[in-house]
């Protein structure tokens, strides 16, 4: 992957690495303003954009790196090495971004040539009332990341349309001027995400901004005739392709878990027996088993890669299920990693504000998820290996 071109405006893999590397350093050294402030900076965001990472998923039409699959998990692992907070949204905007790829055109060409950054809440909470050639949408939605600094926010809705027996399931694009912001934000790990609450209150969105969530992932195609055959997210399961981000922040931070494990105890000689711990048959069986549960981590992770970008020419056959027991898996490795390294260093890794404490509860942040609940994941797992539907999305 040398040096390998993304489009005609010669954005490189390395290219966006290098962007990784500098937005995990920054948000390294403003961690203490990020937990205090409970979100990133304006710096960093700043940085997410001059990088062209916020647009890395963009389809070419639009000026965009159109990065794969592989690429945009490198990019989401390398910041997570530095902070978990600054990966979650390095991960989310980009990810967003590319949500009007599967919008009518009119729709995609506002959002996208306005420029600005998009979340979005997935779960259904709005409501929907008709309204000309649209709705109106109301709700209130909590756990909204990046929302302070984006100009756009997708808010899930089930929506009755003419042509649909019952309501669909649907993520309308409003614009944050319209919606009000609570920031509410007060939590034990990525405080600096700033997934902070909207309300909306009766606010028109015409057709071309309403994205039909159930039509993105039954054809993973967009609403048109005419589309770019070479984009990726249009040949990938839409769910398990759109959480493919969270493994990866585990993944990234229990690699600097590890890494700070080892310069830890190297230098740590335990006060009751005098052993310096490197050279301890305990510490060096603890280290060789977290380092070869986080390569059977990143296994899983490779495999889960394998099975998107395979997904169609494999004739569509693997279950949501199996990409959501993968995923978890991982995601669980990675914090039983995490728990181990501060359990096995005791007291002195303790302290506020370090990078193992602070590690740790991000860590920990990103398995709560919904979409990383280890137990949800093989409950449904079990149940599609038994022939039973289970249902999940992914």
């Not at 403003?30 to 062209?52: C, F, G, H, M, Y």
């Not at 929506?159 to 649909?164: E, R, V, W």
């Amino acid at each position: 992957m040398t040096n390998q071109v993304l489009n005609e405006t010669t954005v490189t893999v390395e290219d966006l690495l290098d962007g990784a590397e500098r937005i995990g350093k920054l948000a390294e050294q403003e961690a203490a303003e990020a937990e205090k402030n409970a979100t990133i900076s304006q710096n960093v965001v700043d940085l997410i954009k001059e990088t062209q990472i916020s647009r890395m998923m963009l389809p070419k039409k639009y000026g965009g790196p159109q990065a794969d699959l592989k690429t945009f998990a490198k990019v989401v692992r390398k910041v997570a090495n530095y902070n978990i907070s600054a990966a979650w949204l390095t991960y989310l905007y980009p990810l967003h971004n590319m949500l009007p790829a599967f919008l009518p055109e009119k729709g995609a060409d506002e959002i996208i040539n306005q420029g600005g950054l998009i979340a979005d809440i997935f779960a259904a909470l709005g409501k929907a009332e008709p309204d000309r050639d649209g709705f109106r949408i109301s709700g209130k939605w909590s756990f909204v990341s990046g929302i302070n600094y984006s100009e756009w926010v997708g808010v899930g809705v089930m929506i009755q349309f003419p042509d649909s027996e019952k309501p669909v399931y649907c993520l309308p694009m409003l614009k944050t001027s319209e919606v009000e912001i609570i920031r509410n934000w007060d939590t034990f790990g990525l405080r600096g995400s700033g997934s902070n609450q909207i309300i909306a209150n009766d606010v028109y969105v015409p057709m071309e901004r309403i994205l039909r969530l159930d039509q993105a992932e039954l054809t993973r195609r967009p609403p048109l005739d005419e589309y770019d055959t070479n984009y990726p997210f249009y040949h990938v399961p839409f769910f398990p392709s759109f959480y493919i981000g969270f493994p990866y922040m585990a993944l990234g931070g229990a690699e600097r878990m590890l890494k700070e494990f080892k310069a830890l105890t190297e230098k740590r000689v335990r006060l009751m027996d005098g052993v310096r711990e490197s050279e301890s048959p305990r510490s060096q069986r603890v280290l060789a088993e977290m380092t070869t549960d986080f390569q059977i981590a990143e296994a899983l992770m490779d495999k889960y890669i394998d099975l998107l970008v395979d997904y169609e020419k494999d004739g569509c056959q693997t279950p949501p299920s199996e990409f959501f027991a993968l995923r978890t898996k991982a995601i669980k490795l990675c914090v039983d990693i995490a728990v181990r390294s501060l359990l096995t260093l005791g007291g002195g890794a303790l302290y506020k504000g370090g990078p193992m404490e602070l590690f740790l509860r991000d860590i920990m942040a990103v398995a709560t998820h919904k979409t990383s609940l280890y137990e949800d994941a093989v409950a449904a797992y079990g149940q599609d290996l038994f022939g039973y539907e289970s249902g999940v999305r992914g």
